[in-house]
C-alpha cells in the first residue's frame, strides 16, 4: 500500500489532488481553532461535560467543546441531504429533477445548500439563545445572538465549500473526509491517555491489549460487512438488430448488505438524544430527569435494547427509500433481461424485495450491535482513553476504503500496481 501511494505521488495530477486534499484539511482543522466571539470558556466547558454533547464533539473534531466557528460542523448539510433525499421520493418535482441526469442533480445540490444555510442558522440561534439562558455568553443579547448564529452558519457555509471543492479537485468524497477528519483529529489526545492506562501495571496493560484486538476485530467485521453484497444472476436474451447479434450476456444484480450504510444510526441517535434535550431545559430535580437518570442514562440496559431496535427499524425505512425493487425489475425487463427461474415484471420485483428483506435485517442487525457494542467492550476492559463509538468506526473504515478505492482506480489507468493484488 504504502509503495503504491509513493507511486502516487509521482503521478503529477493525482500528486496534486492528494496534496490539495491534505491543504483543505489542514484549513478545517485551523479554523476548528478559530473561536466564536462573546463566550465563556469555563461556563461553556462546565454546561458541554456531559455524555449528550459528546457525539457532536466527535464528528466536529473537538470543535464543539471548542465552540469554534466549526462547532456546527457539517452536521446541517448532511440533514439537509436527508431532507431533500426525503422529499425527492414525496415530491414529484424533485423526482423528475432527480432523473434529469447531472442537470437535475445539479439543481438539487443548489436546493441542498439553500437548505443547508436555513437549518444552520435556525440551529444556531437555537445554541446562542440556549447559551445566553445558561450564562455561557459574557453580554447575553439579541445582538450577541445575532453575531454568534451568524459565525456558525458561516463556519458551516465555509466547510460545505471545503466538502465540495475537494470533491472536485481532490480525492475523495470531501463531506465524508470532513467528517473522517474531525473523528481522526482526536487520536493523539487519546493515545495520550494510554500512559495513564499503562500506569496500572500488567492488568492495566492486559485491558488495553485486550481494547485493541476487540478493535481490530469489529473493524475487521465492519470491511467485511461493508463490502458483503447479494449477487443476483441476470440474463439478458438474444435479440437481432438488423444484421448484428446483440444480448446474450450473463450479469449480476449487486445488492449490499449494509445499504444504509450509518444513516440509521444517526437518525436513531439523534431520536435518543430527544428525551436528554427536553431533560436540559427542566430542573435537574423534575421527576423526568429524576426518570432518565435511573433507567434511561447512556449505557443502561433500556436504553440499548431501544436504541438498537430504532436502528434496525430506520435501516429498512432508508432502504426503502433509496431502493425500490419495482423499478429495478421494470428496467431489467426494459433492457430484455431477467433472472433465470422469475418471470419479468412483478414476479421479479417481489423477488428483488424478498432478497432485499433479509439482506436488509443482517444489516441491521450489525449496524445494532456495532453502535452498542463499544459500551460492552468499555465495561468489560475498563480502557476509556482509547474510546471510539460504533458510528465513529464506521465512518473512519467506510471513507477510508472509498479513498483507497480511488487513489487505486487512478494508479490502475496509469498502469500502475493498486492496493489490492
Known amino acids: 500500500m504504502l509503495g503504491s501511494l509513493g507511486q502516487a505521488l509521482k503521478v503529477g495530477d493525482l500528486r496534486f489532488k492528494l496534496l490539495f486534499t491534505l491543504f483543505m484539511l489542514l484549513v478545517f482543522r485551523i479554523g476548528a ?13 462546565q454546561l458541554l461535560s456531559g455524555q449528550l454533547f459528546g457525539f457532536f464533539d466527535i464528528i466536529s473534531g473537538g470543535a464543539f467543546k471548542r465552540f469554534s466557528i466549526f462547532a456546527m460542523s457539517i452536521t446541517p448539510y448532511i440533514n439537509a441531504s436527508i431532507i431533500m433525499q426525503l422529499l425527492t421520493v414525496v415530491v414529484p418535482k424533485l423526482e423528475e429533477l432527480k432523473k434529469e441526469g447531472d442537470e437535475g442533480r445539479k439543481i438539487i445540490a443548489q436546493y441542498t445548500r439553500y437548505g443547508t444555510i436555513v437549518l ?13 439562558k445558561s450564562g ?16 456558525l452558519t458561516a463556519g458551516t457555509a465555509i466547510l460545505m465549500w471545503i ?3 475537494i470533491t472536485e479537485k481532490g480525492i475523495g468524497n470531501g463531506i465524508s473526509l470532513i467528517i473522517f477528519a474531525g473523528i481522526v483529529s482526536r487520536l493523539p489526545s487519546q493515545i495520550a491517555g494510554v500512559g495513564q492506562e499503562l500506569s ?10 485486550l481494547f485493541i484486538v476487540i478493535a481490530l476485530a469489529i473493524i475487521v467485521a465492519i470491511i467485511c460487512v461493508n463490502e458483503g453484497q447479494r449477487r443476483l444472476p441476470v ?14 450476456q450473463s450479469t449480476f444484480l449487486p445488492l449490499k448488505v449494509n445499504a444504509a450504510g450509518v444513516i440509521p444510526i444517526i437518525f436513531a441517535m439523534s431520536l435518543m438524544m430527544f428525551p436528554a434535550t427536553i431533560g436540559s431545559w427542566m430542573s435537574p430535580e423534575s421527576g423526568f430527569n429524576q426518570f432518565l437518570k435511573e433507567y434511561f442514562d447512556f449505557g443502561s440496559a433500556l ?14 425505512f432508508y432502504v426503502a427509500i433509496i431502493f425500490n425493487p419495482m423499478d429495478v425489475a421494470d428496467n431489467i425487463k426494459k433492457y430484455g433481461g431477467f433472472i433465470p427461474g422469475i418471470r419479468p415484471g412483478r414476479p421479479t420485483a417481489e423477488y428483488i424485495d424478498r432478497v432485499l428483506s433479509r439482506l436488509t435485517l ?8 456495532i453502535a452498542v457494542l463499544p459500551n460492552f467492550v468499555i465495561d468489560l476492559t475498563g480502557v476509556t482513553s482509547l474510546w471510539f463509538g460504533g458510528t465513529s468506526l464506521l465512518i473512519v473504515v467506510g471513507v477510508a476504503l472509498d479513498t483507497m478505492k480511488q487513489i487505486e482506480s487512478h494508479l490502475l489507468l496509469r498502469s500502475y500496481e493498486g492496493f489490492v493484488k
Open 200 to 209: 496500572g501495571g500488567i492488568i492495566g496493560a492486559f485491558n488495553i491489549l
Open 136 to 151: 455561557a455568553i459574557i453580554n447575553p443579547s439579541f445582538g450577541s445572538y445575532l453575531i454568534i448564529a451568524v459565525s
Open 303 to 316: 436504553y440499548n435494547i431501544l436504541y438498537a431496535v430504532l436502528i434496525v427499524f430506520f435501516t429498512y
Open 362 to 369: 443482517a444489516g441491521g442487525v450489525f449496524l445494532a450491535l
Open 163 to 165: 466538502g465540495e471543492i
Open 33 to 45: 481553532h478559530v473561536p466564536v466571539p462573546g463566550i465563556n470558556p469555563e461556563a461553556l466547558n
Open 235 to 248: 440474463q439478458y436474451a438474444k435479440r437481432v438488430v438488423g444484421r448484428k447479434l446483440y444480448g446474450g
Open 120 to 132: 444552520g442558522f435556525i440551529q444556531a440561534m437555537g445554541m446562542s439563545v440556549a447559551l445566553g
